[in-house]
């Protein structure tokens, strides 16, 4: 049986059509309502796959403008010597992975480099520091000035800094940040193999700050860090379960990088990442869904077949944080063969 509440009430800072959902578990423990569990998920992402994109494709034709695929630039505003042991990371201080540390970079800098994103057509500029959290104090006041730099350009804000307090996540919501970036990475069960500096639990108790400060939450994975189909669905059933549900969801596909643990893990399978999408879509039909490292090893119709199956969202620029993406060029020459918009490029 599926009791379905709505709870009309707005909260945080972004609109759902249908405002939050209120959710119930059962003793048992099994979602009932709003959420998902595996089982249900599972029965969707194995549907045959033409019937699973043409679902997914008809959920997001329901609730978005298919021709509006959001262009997202990353920029990397403190890079390398970070203290966590994350088995994918290049910005890891325990592998050699010849990322050089940097110092943090100045809010003119970050101005100029979100504003020239602008003009190549980005709407949302997302900033990631190699922190296992910030510290209170002159860096943590430099990043909220970028924060306000980048909503002074108009566009939507979004930091990646690691674990919050609550009175951080206070301060970037009233320096105006639309969303924050965190990542649950993986199933609960996987993350151990993956990272072992911090738990699953650090990762939701971040999660719920963001939210309590009324901030955006953006919350994804990575997939092909030797997981299961399952642990991928896992994962999906862990962000139906925040309240609300994440604005955005990228979904990474590994990007190998040399010096680390996971250096020879084998790419991903295309079907099954397409299949993810789809069943991310029809999970969450509101948010963007973000299709987001590792579109430099996928080709222009595995792309194409992701955003027929719900996708709507890249990032773009050559570099993400340390690995490469494909260049704004290329971008803009799938766009066009798509038959969609591309931006003139303009100057600042
Ligand atoms: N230090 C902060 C943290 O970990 O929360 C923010 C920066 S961290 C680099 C942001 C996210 O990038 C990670 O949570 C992970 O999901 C993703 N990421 C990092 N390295 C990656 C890689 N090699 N391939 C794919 N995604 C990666
Ligand atoms: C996310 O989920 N992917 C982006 C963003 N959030 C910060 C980061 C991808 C990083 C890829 C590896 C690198 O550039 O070092
Ligand atoms: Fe540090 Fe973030 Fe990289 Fe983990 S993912 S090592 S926390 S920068």
Redesign the pocket.
């Known amino acids: 049986m599926r009791i379905v509440v709505r709870w009309s009430a707005h909260q945080g800072n972004y609109s759902s059509r249908d405002g939050p959902r209120f959710s119930v578990r059962c003793l048992a423990n099994r979602y009932i309502d709003g959420m998902r569990t595996v089982e249900e998920l599972k029965a969707v992402y194995d549907l045959p796959l033409p019937e699973l994109i043409f679902r997914a494709a008809a959920v997001h034709r329901a609730h978005h403008d298919t021709s509006d695929i959001q262009r997202c630039a990353l920029l990397s505003i403190k890079t390398g010597g ?5 088995g ?5 201080a325990r592998y050699q992975t010849g990322v050089k540390s940097t110092p943090l970079m100045s809010v003119e800098e970050v101005r100029e480099k979100a504003a020239r994103a602008r003009a190549l057509g980005a709407t949302r500029f997302c900033m ?5 959290g910030p510290r209170d104090g002159p860096a943590f006041d430099q990043v909220l000035e970028m924060v306000r730099a980048v909503r002074g350009l108009g566009m939507e804000a979004c930091v ?1 800094l ?1 674990m919050l307090t609550d009175e951080q996540a206070r301060r970037l919501h009233d320096a105006g940040l639309t969303a924050y970036n965190h990542n649950l990475d993986t199933s609960r069960r996987h993350y151990a193999n993956v ?1 072992t500096t ?1 738990t699953y639990d650090d990762r939701l108790d971040t999660l719920r700050s963001v939210q309590r400060a009324g901030i955006a939450v953006c919350c994804g994975g990575i997939l092909g860090m030797g997981e299961t189909e399952e642990d991928r669905l896992a994962l999906l059933a862990e962000l139906s379960a925040l309240e609300p549900p994440p604005e955005s969801i990228p979904i990474n596909c590994l990007v190998p990088i040399a010096g680390t643990p996971l250096a020879d893990a084998p790419p991903v399978d295309s079907l099954q990442l397409v299949r993810l999408v789809a069943t991310t879509r029809i999970t969450f039909p509101r948010a963007r869904v973000r299709l987001s490292a590792g579109r430099d090893r996928m080709s222009r119709e595995l792309q194409v077949l992701c955003f027929l199956a719900g996708a709507n969202s890249i990032f773009f620029g050559e570099k993400l944080l340390t690995a490469p993406n494909p260049g704004a060029g290329e971008d803009a020459d799938l766009f066009r063969a798509m038959g969609l918009p591309v931006p003139t490029m303009s100057q600042p």
């Open positions: 970070c203290p966590e042991d994350c994918y990371c290049a910005q890891s990631g520091a190699a922190w296992r990646t690691g990272i911090r």
